[in-house]
């Protein structure tokens, strides 16, 4: 089926990942790659998450360490019924993306901090940490044997999900002793069905997301399967997402469960504070930073459910948006609480949105320079 051979890894040229210089190292690795490639789908129609590519990477745990990463044909694994991670859902994952750069090559956006924080997901949730500069390095190698899969018509990628469970077969409750990690990849376009087009959410105020102490903070699949009772009943009631209240007063923004929230409000960009319960987005932090170096006023905060429909009532809540891998930039155009509608600006994309949307997808696709060191050419 496959040819299998190791070689010596191809290291990129020394950059710039967040604040941290990528260490050189020259690690072998095995490289399966698959004779029989898949019809790709239409690239001009991905939707999202629908296509894997044709590869995957996969490396597992045992007796205290990590075995070395692979990269095979993408198929299904083999899973004991008697799993830990189909009983007790010790399993974390990440988002990340991979662009055709407008000048050639290939661009991902911030995957050391994608790592880091899937250590710190790790952590919470009692698994081993991964060895995020060989974790990097074999991800820069999938990702040019996936170099094909990846789409370059403007708001399209290469989503990639690296994830890890517990494979230990037992059913007693314990942390385990044996971990799968993986990585696969998917051409993606837009997250939401409809693009650009404004979402409309609605503020759960009953069901809770995640709480201070709880696992809020971490990237767990538990608190994705969590948020869908909120996901349904947004549907149900015509609207595209639930936006999460804190657990204890059930007063404050949290987040939507797929991306985080600002508000601008009197002009000044708003979002909730990492208060321990929200996850800390990369695409958060990156909007935030791009706003601040461009002069706009931001604020880390409690933001309140009435201070939100006050300001809207009154004319001052100019725009809302979230942020996400998947998500990018999404603008809100309308919000829903206990039944009443509040429309914001008019239901269309603001300028703040825009500015962000299209300077964060020109920095990840190298139409824009990249003054922050958040990207890496392969
Ligand atoms: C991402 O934005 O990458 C996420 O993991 C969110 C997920 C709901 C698609």
Redesign the pocket.
């Known amino acids: 089926m496959g040819e299998t051979f190791s070689r010596n890894k191809r290291v990129p040229p020394p950059h710039k990942i967040g604040s941290q210089k990528q260490k050189e190292n020259n690690i072998i690795m095995e490289i399966n790659l698959t004779k029989n490639k898949k019809v790709k789908p239409d690239f001009g129609n991905l939707g ?2 629908k296509y894997m590519s044709d590869h995957m990477l996969i490396a597992d745990y045992a007796d205290g360490a990590w075995g070395e990463p692979k990269i095979v044909p993408y198929a299904p694994f083999a899973i004991d019924p008697a799993s830990q991670i189909l009983h007790y859902g010790q399993g974390i ?4 993306k991979a662009y055709k750069s407008k000048n050639g090559g290939i661009t991902l956006f911030r995957p050391r901090d994608n790592f880091l924080r899937m250590n710190k997901s790790a952590e919470r949730l009692c698994m081993p940490k991964i060895d995020v500069d060989k974790t990097l390095d074999s991800l820069y190698e999938l990702v040019r044997a996936e170099k094909d899969w990846i789409p370059d018509a403007d708001g399209t990628s290469l ?1 990639i ?1 690296p994830a890890m469970f517990c494979s230990d077969v037992y059913l007693g409750v314990k942390t385990g002793a044996h971990y799968r990690f993986f990585i696969i990849t998917c051409p993606v376009g837009a ?1 939401y069905a409809n693009g650009l087009e404004p979402t409309k959410i609605f503020i759960e105020d009953f069901y809770t997301r995640s709480s201070i102490g709880g696992t809020g903070e971490a ?1 767990c699949m538990g608190n ?1 399967a969590a948020s869908l009772i909120g996901q349904e009943k947004a549907r149900e009631l015509g609207f595209d997402q639930a936006l999460w209240l804190d657990a204890k007063d059930k007063k404050y923004v949290e987040e939507v ?3 985080n929230i600002f508000f601008v409000i009197d002009g000044v960009v708003v979002t909730p504070a990492l208060s321990g319960s929200i996850l800390a ?1 990369i ?1 958060r932090d990156s909007a935030l930073g791009l706003l601040r170096k461009n002069g706009y006023k931001t604020e880390e905060r409690k933001i309140s459910v009435d201070e939100l429909l006050t300001a809207q009532e009154s004319g001052r809540l100019n725009e809302a948006f979230g942020t ?4 990018v930039v999404s603008p809100v155009g309308e919000i829903v609480f206990k039944g009443k509608s509040y429309l914001i600006n008019g239901g269309k994309m603001g300028k703040i949105s825009g500015f962000l949307y299209d300077t964060l997808t020109g920095i990840q696709t190298g139409a824009i320079k990249d003054d922050y060191g958040w990207t890496v050419r392969l």
């Not at 994952?93 to 990340?96: K, T, Y």
């Not at 996400?324 to 998500?327: E, L, S």
């Open positions: 999202f998450g994952f990440e988002g990340m989503y999900r997250y990237k994705y469960g797929s991306m987005g695409t996400g891998t998947a998500a």
